[in-house]
Each structure stands twice: as C-alpha cells, then as structure tokens.
C-alpha cells in the first residue's frame, strides 16, 4: 500500500494541470448508513487543497464560491459532488461537472475500511485531477510559410505544419524546421478558447555552387530503402504509445478495493512507458538519419 501511496503523491506532484482553474466542493452526501465515513467531505476538501494546490487549481466551498445556490460548472471552474452508496464495501462515487455545458463525468472507488479515510480519498483525488487535466485543454492552430515544416512541441514531433489539435493550458515549447530554412524555437501560451500561432520561416542563403570531382564508389541504397526504415520506426512508436495509452486508460478506469491491482497495473503503465520513450529516440534518430542519406 505504502507503494500505491507513494505513487499517487508522485501523479499529484507531477501531473500537469491548469490555469487559473477552480474547483468547487458540493455538499457530501453519505447513504452507506456507515457514520464513520461522514468525515470525507473535510478529508477531501484538506487533502485536494494540500495536493492539487501547487498546480493553479483553487479549492472552494460552495458557500465560498459567491453564490450560495444555483452555481454552475463554467470553462474555468468545475463543480464536484461526492457521495457514499450502500454496499459492502462502500462504494464512493465523485461526480464532476466541466465546461460551460456542465458534462458531467463520474469516477468511483470501493472503500477500504482496513486504510484510512486519507489514504481512500488520495485515490479518488487521482482520479478526479486526471478528469480535470483532461477538460484544461484547448484548441490549437499552428500554419508555417512556406507549409509542410516539421513541428514539434515540447521535443515530442508531431507533424507538418499546417498543424492542428488540442494541448493543456499553460506554456509549451515550439520547433519549426525546414530543409534550406533557419529553424525556429518559440515558448507559446495556450489560454481557453481558440489559439492561432503563425510563423515566417527565413530561408539560408545559398552556397556559391563547387565542383566536386566524381568518384565512383559502392551503389548507394535505393530511396525506398530508407522511406522503409522511416515507416517502420514510425509503426513502432505508434505500438508503443498505443500499449502505454492502453495500459494508461485501463489504470484510470479501474475500480478495486486491492491495492495490489493498482500496482500491476502501474507497472505495466511503466514499462510501457520506457519502451515508449525508447520507441522516440528510435523514430528520432532513424528518421533523421534516413532524410539525411535521401537528401544527401
């Protein structure tokens, strides 16, 4: 358990969330007929302000939020329920409203009598911050001139330009490159709503042409050879980043009162993980390497 613990504290401490976000704590609701766990709602509340305050995200009541009834989910503010059923064990349910069109998302655990109140509530905390980091998100829009450079943000590549899709509030780091062009390397901000970043590529001045002498040598590989080399370094990192978001996924729906399931599962999240990072450097290098031999 002390594993499990430590893990979900590293999620909290690492996980990459929100701008100027708040959350706001509706009332608990206790219908396990067990008394002792009427104490979650001022657990939760002190455990999400001590973990999830260092990541922009406020913690209010719903008396401290300005309006004491009718309050609402809006894009930057979230509203949160938590209520405990009846069953053995008890089974704990936090329902989530985002967005200005208040979708809801519900996340659940079993209570664990043999643990502490704290230590169920870290659980459940992992799984609503991982609901939030989802919805603090917006659109972006990156085009280049001239088009088809290849971009990439925060040293993941991601395509050519024109590019678009969603990333998390806050800042990220933008490359631009281009055969024949200077690279660019920018810090850009994603706020709520629709983000348009445009960028001039400035083109190298052009070498005086050399005449080199012909020397015959071994035939050169075939183009298709390394196209070849590109595709399959480029399947493997998308098997490996399918497994891990798999195994992701599979961690953040499951529900179980043995902590040992979430062990397994993390580590399988892990090594994952490691073959996935190992799958980039690979697409990395293999990419740049065949696009040097074919442009050389």
């Known amino acids: 358990m002390k594993l499990w613990m430590d893990l979900c504290a590293f999620v909290l401490a690492t996980c990459p969330l929100y701008a100027a976000h708040t959350l706001v704590l509706g009332e608990f609701t206790n219908q396990s007929g067990n008394p002792a766990l009427d104490s979650i709602q001022s657990v939760l509340e002190t455990e999400l302000i001590r973990q999830a305050g260092g990541h922009g995200l406020q913690v209010v009541g719903v008396s401290q939020a300005g309006e004491e009834t009718g309050i609402s989910a809006a894009a930057d503010r979230s509203i949160l329920h938590v209520q405990a059923n009846a069953g053995s064990p008890a089974i704990i349910t936090a329902t989530i409203e985002t967005g200005s069109t208040s979708k809801t998302h519900e996340k659940t655990i079993l209570y664990n009598s043999e643990e502490s109140i704290a230590q169920n509530m ?31 943000i925060n040293r993941k590549i991601m395509a050519a330009t024109p590019w678009e ?12 490159m281009k055969n024949k062009y200077a690279p660019i390397s920018e810090t850009i901000a994603v706020v709520p709503g629709n983000n348009q970043f445009r960028y001039t590529l400035a083109g190298l001045q052009a070498e005086k042409p050399r005449i080199t ?27 490996a980043q399918f497994l891990h978001a798999s195994a992701d996924n599979e961690y953040t729906d499951l529900v179980s009162g043995n902590a040992k399931d979430y062990d397994r599962l993390h580590e399988k999240a892990q090594q994952y993980l490691y073959l996935r990072n190992i799958s980039i450097v690979t697409f990395s290098g293999a990419s740049l390497w065949a696009l040097y031999k074919i442009l050389k």
């Open 213 to 239: 002498p012909i020397t015959l040598g071994p035939a050169e590989r075939p183009v298709a050879v390394y196209w070849a080399i590109i595709a399959g370094s480029a399947l493997f990192f998308a098997s």
């Open 122 to 152: 870290t659980i459940l905390i992992v799984k609503i911050l991982h609901v939030l980091e989802e919805q603090a998100s917006a659109r972006v829009q990156i085009f280049s001139e001239p088009s088809e450079a290849q971009l990439v």
């Open 165 to 176: 899709s969603v990333l998390p509030y806050g800042s990220h780091q933008v490359n631009l």
